[in-house]
């Protein structure tokens, strides 16, 4: 049984494509990189260029991005990704970047990727997530773009900061008093960073309690606190954009975002929306992502079922139609 067992994780966590570990050179330094080709026999593939969202994340996002990657090459097409900095050996410091920063190191993968042989130049495009929402429009401003895939893309971090509290006090039944109190500790923290305070004004003004706060992380809050993309997504007008959103994100005002999304990019008609009722802000099924036990189960022995219902099959299906829609074009 165990051998049995061993057998249906390791078929389950075998991926109909190739994975080889690139070196991307930017700024002086090197990224950290996994490509993942189709296996489809094809000497040219179309590319998608992962942009991680918030924490301290690896290329392969432990893995979890592996049953995304499969779908991008069902669809034909490959997907890079690298280490953030100061991950997995990587030189550097997440926690140094802005947000400009990212979008910087991402149109050097994306010149990268168009010199190699392998890669049609003509269909590079984006998948972010999260905090890459802030990142995605900068590096299309950068860099020729053929496509973006958006999912649960914040717009304003002030205003994602507050959603977010409000909506973490309300899951987890927070007394009046409490939410009073955390309101009140957040609006603290916005004045200290609109004077631009240093970690130890704001720990000091804590009482001496940071809260799991550190200096590198409020040097990082510090640096990009006032981001918000509605002006920078003009950048994407024109170039079709998937914008995936979940029903249960308390991370991300979602009608927020969708509202601002068709504000300045339906007018082209290249927005698609999906929404995902099942899903948690990370587009995995809420009721999977409530329970250690069910991820860690489910990660062994059906990872793609961590998704929500569609969301797979909806990249998938985007990626193939960017293919007719070309083909069709004048």
């Not at 140094?96 to 269909?123: F, K, L, N, T």
């Not at 923290?189 to 590198?216: I, N, S």
């Given at each position: 049984m165990a051998v049995g067992l061993v057998g249906v994780v390791l078929w389950q966590n075998s991926y109909d494509m190739d994975e080889q570990r690139v070196t991307i050179r930017h700024g002086g330094h090197s990224l950290n990189g996994v490509l993942a080709i189709p296996k489809d026999g094809r000497k040219r593939h179309g590319l998608v260029v992962y942009l991680h969202g918030d924490g301290p994340v690896d290329a392969t996002h432990d893995d979890g991005y592996k049953p995304l990657w499969e779908a991008n090459a069902k669809a034909g097409y490959a997907a890079l990704s690298w280490d953030k900095p100061g991950v997995a050996g990587a030189p550097g410091n997440w926690l140094d970047q802005s947000m400009d920063d990212r979008a910087a190191e991402a149109a050097a993968a994306v010149a990268w990727a168009r010199a190699r042989p392998d890669i049609d130049g003509d269909r590079i495009g984006?998948?972010?997530?999260?905090?890459?929402?802030?990142?995605?429009?900068?590096?299309?401003?950068?860099?020729?773009?053929r496509f973006v895939i958006a999912v649960s893309p914040a717009i304003n971090w002030l205003r994602q900061g507050r959603h977010h509290l409000l909506a973490q006090l309300r899951a987890d039944g927070a007394s009046a008093a409490r939410t009073k109190a955390a309101i009140a500790k957040s609006d603290t923290t916005r004045r200290l960073l609109a004077r631009h305070a240093t970690f130890e004004e704001y720990v000091k003004t804590m009482r001496g309690d940071p809260d799991g706060m550190t200096a590198d992380r409020w040097g990082f809050i510090s640096k990009n606190y006032t981001a918000d993309a509605t002006e920078d997504l003009r950048a994407l007008r024109g170039i079709p954009v998937l914008l995936?959103?979940?029903?249960?994100d308390i991370n991300v005002d979602t009608a927020d975002t969708e509202r601002i999304y068709r504000d300045v990019l339906d007018t082209g008609g290249a927005l698609t929306v999906r929404r995902y009722p099942d899903a948690s802000h990370s587009l995995l099924r809420q009721s999977i992502e409530q329970s250690d036990v069910k991820i860690t189960l489910t990660?062994?022995?059906?990872?793609?079922?961590?998704?929500?219902?569609?969301?797979?099959?909806?990249?998938?299906?985007?990626?193939?139609?960017?293919?007719?829609?070309?083909?069709?074009?004048?």
């Amino acid at each position: 049984m165990a051998v049995g067992l061993v057998g249906v994780v390791l078929w389950q966590n075998s991926y109909d494509m190739d994975e080889q570990r690139v070196t991307i050179r930017h700024g002086g330094h090197s990224l950290n990189g996994v490509l993942a080709i189709p296996k489809d026999g094809r000497k040219r593939h179309g590319l998608v260029v992962y942009l991680h969202g918030d924490g301290p994340v690896d290329a392969t996002h432990d893995d979890g991005y592996k049953p995304l990657w499969e779908a991008n090459a069902k669809a034909g097409y490959a997907a890079l990704s690298w280490d953030k900095p100061g991950v997995a050996g990587a030189p550097g410091n997440w926690l140094d970047q802005s947000m400009d920063d990212r979008a910087a190191e991402a149109a050097a993968a994306v010149a990268w990727a168009r010199a190699r042989p392998d890669i049609d130049g003509d269909r590079i495009g984006l998948w972010g997530a999260s905090q890459a929402g802030w990142v995605l429009p900068k590096v299309a401003a950068k860099a020729p773009v053929r496509f973006v895939i958006a999912v649960s893309p914040a717009i304003n971090w002030l205003r994602q900061g507050r959603h977010h509290l409000l909506a973490q006090l309300r899951a987890d039944g927070a007394s009046a008093a409490r939410t009073k109190a955390a309101i009140a500790k957040s609006d603290t923290t916005r004045r200290l960073l609109a004077r631009h305070a240093t970690f130890e004004e704001y720990v000091k003004t804590m009482r001496g309690d940071p809260d799991g706060m550190t200096a590198d992380r409020w040097g990082f809050i510090s640096k990009n606190y006032t981001a918000d993309a509605t002006e920078d997504l003009r950048a994407l007008r024109g170039i079709p954009v998937l914008l995936a959103l979940a029903g249960h994100d308390i991370n991300v005002d979602t009608a927020d975002t969708e509202r601002i999304y068709r504000d300045v990019l339906d007018t082209g008609g290249a927005l698609t929306v999906r929404r995902y009722p099942d899903a948690s802000h990370s587009l995995l099924r809420q009721s999977i992502e409530q329970s250690d036990v069910k991820i860690t189960l489910t990660a062994l022995f059906s990872p793609r079922s961590l998704f929500a219902d569609g969301f797979l099959d909806d990249q998938r299906q985007f990626l193939k139609d960017l293919g007719r829609r070309r083909n069709t074009t004048p």
